[in-house]
């Protein structure tokens, strides 16, 4: 990445991306470690709307994003253990994932 | 100040949609979800473009906030209901924001965006248009707002909350992780900070948690109430959030928030930097 933008990364607040975003060109794979997925509901749809959170190793809260209309979430994490945590009016639910440096794809499946 | 004073429930907002008197605003960095549907009635404030000096980096100045709310069509003795998403954090910004220009009676709906969603409340696209006003703001009260020498003045005397993620707060991550993570600044915390989450304040609904439980989070990480506190975040919004607990629904005194955060304190050059879960040495 180049220093620009790092620094217009910088800049940014903390509101959560557009979900259904391409990963921006700039996106350094070598170095980020990006969780991204779907949410999906008992009968195999997806869900779009729900407020996706990432928890780490101890169970503490890390980020939370909402899904776009295809059910879609992605964090930018760090390699280890993290949960995954779905809440939807459809139910919630939970995944465990073991992140390494790369793109890291998890389906989450809620439950009333 | 109280939760009966600071705080309305989803159900309160409900019932009051439409009352004289009463103003609902929604805040966040991003607003393409108020435009796609937000609370019946309400306004909305952008973080960035409404709250944000455009050019230098600071809040909007008195007449420029002023101006802000009287093209909203907020009057100074209108009842201020605020709510977002992120869990209210850009919200609770907006909440400590009209504090210090010192308006009369504002409110963070409890849950915000995320609560009225899940409970399946009801959401318009209604473009709302309100009658302009002639709103006049106080001076700014900065015995809320910390700036960058008076925090590293604090190393070691004061109260320093991290309120950022355990992650972060050691050195292993530079910002929430929605976002990606190169940034220009040094990862860390400002020695002898204690490291409360904000997220510890908050149910996973985004609501808050009781005043008792509140009390037992903050005492159990150590806070000294007898000493002032500075609450900081990376950009200051999860930090409102933490400063409206401590100081709006627990009553402590003195509670600042330091706005510049993180991506101020990580790129001075010269002040002291600790890695890892424990504060460190002043």
Not at chain 2, 119 to 142: F, G, H, N, S
């Amino acid at each position: 990445m180049t220093a620009t933008s790092a620094a217009s990364t910088a800049a940014a607040g903390c509101a959560a991306p557009d979900q259904a975003a391409p990963l921006p060109a700039s996106l350094d794979l070598e170095k980020e470690t990006v969780i991204t997925g779907r949410v999906l509901s008992e009968s195999g749809e997806v869900v779009p709307g729900a407020y996706v959170r990432l928890l780490d190793s101890t169970g503490e809260f890390t980020a939370e994003v909402v899904t776009s209309p295809a059910g879609q979430f992605r964090f930018f994490a760090a390699p280890g253990s993290w949960t995954l945590r779905a809440l939807s009016r459809q139910g919630n639910g939970d995944t465990a994932v073991a992140a390494a440096r790369g793109i890291n794809e998890v389906t989450v499946s809620v439950a009333a | 100040m109280s939760r009966d004073t600071a705080l309305v429930s989803a159900e309160w907002a409900e019932k009051n949609l439409g009352a004289p008197g009463v103003v609902f605003v929604e805040v966040d960095e991003d607003t393409s979800a108020y435009d796609t549907g937000h609370i019946a009635g309400a306004v909305k404030l952008d973080w960035r473009t409404d709250l944000q000096d455009q050019v230098r980096r600071d809040f909007v100045n008195k007449s420029q906030f002023e101006a802000l709310l009287s093209d909203r069509g907020i009057a100074n003795d209108d009842t201020v209901i605020l709510y977002g998403g992120n869990n209210n954090w850009f919200a609770a910004y907006a909440y400590w924001y009209f504090k210090l220009y010192g308006h009369g009676d504002v409110k963070l709906l409890d849950g915000g965006r995320k609560k009225w969603e899940l409970d399946a409340r009801p959401l318009v696209t209604d473009v709302v248009e309100r009658p302009k006003t002639q709103y006049v703001a106080q001076e700014p009260d900065t015995s809320i707002r910390a700036f960058r020498d008076e925090v590293v003045a604090a190393i070691g005397t004061k109260n320093l909350v991290d309120v950022r993620s355990p992650d972060e707060f050691a050195g292993r991550l530079l910002a929430p992780a929605h976002l990606p993570q190169e940034q220009a600044q040094r990862a860390g915390h400002i020695p002898t900070a204690i490291s409360v989450p904000w997220s510890k304040a908050a149910n996973e609904d985004g609501t808050f948690k009781s005043d008792d439980e509140l009390r037992k989070i903050y005492a159990d990480a150590g806070l000294d109430d007898s000493k002032e506190t500075i609450a900081y975040c990376r950009i200051g919004e999860r930090s409102s959030h933490s400063w409206f607990v401590l100081q709006e629904l627990l009553g402590h005194r003195n509670v600042k928030n330091y706005d510049g955060s993180w991506t101020e304190y990580g790129s001075l050059v010269g002040v002291p930097v600790a890695l890892g879960d424990e504060p460190g040495e002043a």
